[in-house]
């Protein structure tokens, strides 16, 4: 990574030189090393170092101009300098994006310690363990398809014509495992694990061939399903991917562009159950990969979305703020629109519920693991969604895999039918969220 004052110099004195007096930066160096294994050999070594360098540029006139660079020398940021000021004058003359008001704001600074990279040899060798111990694990997985060990350096930074100068950098390590099944006359079966720390060591490689083996093997006796309507549990991660699917609900740009479930008056409308919290939280201690700031300089913050089931708060860009008369929540990405979306979601309950229930006890219940086919599923600006999934009827503790089935409804109505939230919450990619009781979605059997 360049040294951030050089480039701040250096970004000042080619401006200068340029007559411009309006400008910001950000950009970002990935140093990415990512291995495969397939039946005992390597399969795939991947390294990559990706650095990229956004400059936004006003002119006199407060029309502005971007462009994005890969090289950050003197001459580099001076001739992207240049181009986005010539861009500027073809720039949109309403609603122009402008400075965040909080790129100035200090940040408590976190101690930035990078896990030092292990060789590629070691990520190999790994790997290759898992999936050996993986296909031990049962005579039926005679596969583990998709699998990755990946570590990941990333360094960021934001700057402008005012004095912002923020930096930050950390590192990632993950481990993603999918095994799959053969039996004689049988459907073959398959399920995945994910998890994710800071740096290698700590990875918790055996948790997650642990959950792969459990889960795989669970779906080996399946049965079919009859059509109906169920009472529905989701995981953490199948809750979290249809939360994702329906961003638009809390995402200002999308209510502003009219793409949204939301209007800007319904806040403060109850839209869910009372039992469920949700709130947008980059700085969740849970979160591996915590971002302090945005793509407008901007610093992250817990944002709460929804409060005992009422819509307390939008993610915001500088822009859309100032458009809304709120405040920026640390959620912007930078370019020449300006685009919004979620950081860490964070769903909870702090009310009491009248019944808790389980799924020791709990007769009939299907419990959705994971759901399938999103972006084509999922009708995001109607609310409804009908997705394939991967989960098991659930008769008092006892869990029969489903062979195939698909789950339907509308997302708002989901939200008022939850019963139930966990106590217990689960780490997802996404986010952190315990399992969601929901009381009744239509299942249709094959």
Same mark, same amino acid.
């Given at each position: 990574?360049?040294?951030?004052?050089?480039?701040?110099?250096?970004?000042?004195?080619?401006?200068?030189?340029?007559?411009?007096?309006?400008?910001?930066?950000?950009?970002?160096?990935?140093?990415?090393?990512?291995?495969?294994?397939?039946?005992?050999?390597?399969?795939?070594?991947?390294?990559?170092?990706?650095?990229?360098?956004?400059?936004?540029?006003?002119?006199?006139?407060?029309?502005?101009?971007?462009?994005?660079?890969?090289?950050?020398?003197?001459?580099?940021?001076? *001739?992207?300098?240049?181009?986005?000021?010539?861009?500027?004058?073809?720039?949109?003359?309403?609603?122009?994006?402008?400075?965040?008001?909080?790129?100035?704001?200090?940040?408590?600074?976190?101690?930035?310690?990078?896990?030092?990279?292990?060789?590629?040899?070691?990520?190999?060798?790994?790997?290759?363990?898992?999936?050996?111990? =993986?296909?031990?694990?049962?005579?039926?997985?005679?596969?583990?398809?998709?699998?990755?060990?990946?570590?990941?350096?990333?360094?960021?930074?934001?700057? @402008?014509?005012?004095?912002?100068?923020?930096?930050?950098?950390?590192?990632?390590?993950?481990?993603? =495992?999918?095994?799959?099944?053969?039996?004689?006359?049988?459907?073959?079966?398959?399920?995945?694990?994910?998890?994710?720390?800071?740096?290698?060591?700590?990875?918790?490689?055996?948790?997650?061939?642990?959950?792969?083996?459990?889960?795989?093997?669970?779906?080996?006796?399946?049965?079919?399903?009859?059509?109906?309507?169920?009472?529905?549990?989701?995981?953490?991660?199948?809750?979290?991917?249809? =939360?994702?699917?329906?961003?638009?609900?809390?995402?200002?740009?999308?209510?502003?562009?009219?793409?949204?479930?939301?209007?800007?008056?319904?806040?403060?409308?109850?839209?869910?159950?009372?039992?469920?919290?949700?709130?947008?939280?980059?700085?969740?201690?849970?979160?591996?990969?915590?971002?302090?700031?945005?793509?407008?300089?901007?610093?992250?913050?817990?944002?709460?979305?929804?409060?005992?089931?009422?819509?307390?708060?939008?993610?915001?860009?500088?822009?859309?703020?100032?458009?809304?008369?709120?405040?920026?929540?640390?959620?912007?990405?930078?370019?020449?629109?300006?685009?919004?979306?979620?950081?860490?979601?964070?769903?909870?309950?702090?009310?009491?519920?009248?019944?808790?229930?389980? *799924?020791?006890?709990?007769? @009939?219940?299907?419990?959705?693991?994971? =759901?399938?086919?999103?972006?084509?599923?999922?009708?995001?600006?109607?609310?409804?969604?009908?997705?394939?999934?991967?989960?098991?009827?659930?008769?008092?503790?006892?869990?029969?895999?489903?062979?195939?089935?698909?789950?339907?409804?509308?997302?708002?109505?989901?939200?008022?039918?939850?019963?139930?939230?966990?106590?217990?919450?689960?780490?997802?990619?996404?986010?952190?969220?315990?399992?969601?009781?929901?009381?009744?979605?239509?299942?249709?059997?094959?």
């Amino acid at each position: 990574m360049p040294n951030i004052n050089e480039i701040a110099n250096s970004a000042k004195d080619n401006a200068d030189k340029l007559g411009i007096k309006k400008f910001d930066i950000y950009g970002s160096t990935v140093d990415d090393t990512n291995v495969q294994v397939d039946q005992g050999e390597p399969k795939q070594v991947k390294a990559s170092n990706r650095s990229g360098v956004t400059v936004r540029v006003w002119n006199e006139d407060n029309t502005m101009g971007v462009t994005s660079t890969t090289d950050v020398d003197p001459k580099g940021l001076e *001739l992207a300098l240049k181009t986005a000021y010539e861009a500027s004058f073809f720039g949109v003359k309403e609603n122009v994006p402008d400075f965040s008001p909080e790129a100035t704001v200090p940040i408590p600074n976190k101690p930035q310690n990078k896990a030092p990279q292990a060789p590629v040899a070691e990520l190999i060798e790994k790997l290759l363990v898992a999936e050996k111990e =993986l296909l031990a694990a049962h005579p039926a997985i005679k596969g583990v398809p998709y699998n990755g060990l990946s570590q990941r350096d990333i360094d960021r930074f934001y700057l @402008n014509s005012d004095g912002a100068v923020r930096t930050e950098s950390h590192s990632l390590a993950s481990v993603y =495992l999918y095994s799959k099944t053969e039996e004689e006359g049988k459907k073959p079966r398959s399920a995945g694990a994910y998890r994710i720390n800071q740096s290698l060591d700590n990875l918790d490689i055996n948790g997650c061939i642990k959950e792969t083996a459990d889960k795989t093997i669970s779906h080996l006796n399946y049965e079919k399903i009859k059509t109906g309507k169920y009472r529905v549990v989701f995981s953490a991660e199948a809750f979290l991917s249809l =939360l994702g699917a329906f961003s638009n609900l809390f995402n200002a740009q999308s209510i502003l562009d009219n793409q949204s479930l939301s209007t800007p008056d319904d806040l403060g409308k109850q839209i869910a159950s009372p039992l469920i919290s949700v709130s947008d939280d980059a700085l969740h201690p849970a979160n591996v990969g915590a971002e302090t700031f945005d793509g407008e300089g901007t610093p992250t913050r817990q944002i709460s979305l929804i409060e005992n089931g009422v819509l307390t708060g939008f993610l915001h860009s500088a822009g859309t703020a100032k458009r809304l008369n709120a405040q920026p929540t640390g959620n912007a990405s930078i370019g020449a629109k300006v685009s919004v979306s979620p950081n860490f979601y964070h769903v909870f309950s702090t009310a009491t519920p009248e019944q808790e229930f389980s *799924l020791d006890t709990a007769e @009939n219940v299907i419990f959705i693991d994971d =759901l399938q086919a999103l972006h084509a599923g999922v009708k995001s600006l109607q609310g409804s969604f009908s997705l394939p999934f991967d989960g098991w009827l659930v008769n008092k503790g006892v869990r029969t895999s489903i062979e195939s089935a698909t789950v339907a409804g509308d997302f708002l109505e989901l939200l008022k039918s939850i019963i139930y939230v966990e106590k217990e919450a689960e780490l997802t990619p996404g986010g952190v969220c315990p399992k969601i009781w929901v009381n009744e979605l239509s299942i249709t059997g094959e």
